[in-house]
């Protein structure tokens, strides 16, 4: 079991910055592939940026590379995700998940975070 508490999101500007952290508790964090997604209202739910187990690998959407950056701490316990030049339609609520697999697709993710809002304004 693995429990996953997002923070950091907010409102800012278009061409802003933001960084959200995502807390791990329970089961070994660094056994877990971890991924952000997000969901706007009347959308699907979209993939954004997932990490490997050794952080070695880092996997983006194509709508935010080059902006955001995905990393794992020194301890292996918290996943960030930090969200460079901020569009409106970066606008939705982000999830922080936990897969056992290596794997880009939300289906296929064990646990997620309750989510953080972002608001990004014009």
């Known amino acids: 079991q693995v429990q996953l508490v997002e923070s950091g999101g907010g409102l800012v500007q278009a061409g802003g910055s933001l960084r959200l952290s995502c807390a791990a508790s329970g089961r070994t964090f660094s056994s877990y592939r971890m991924g952000w997604f997000r969901q706007a209202p009347g959308k699907e739910r979209e993939f954004v940026a997932a990490?490997?187990?050794?952080?070695?690998?880092?996997y983006y959407a194509d709508s935010v590379k080059g902006r955001f950056t995905i990393s794992r701490d020194s301890a292996k316990n918290t996943v960030y995700l930090l969200m460079n030049t901020l569009k409106p339609n970066d606008t939705a609520t982000y999830h922080c998940a936990a897969s056992r697999y290596s794997t880009n697709y939300h289906r296929n993710y064990d646990y997620w975070g309750q989510g953080t809002q972002v608001t990004i304004s014009s």
């Open positions: 990490i490997s187990r050794g952080g070695g690998n880092r």
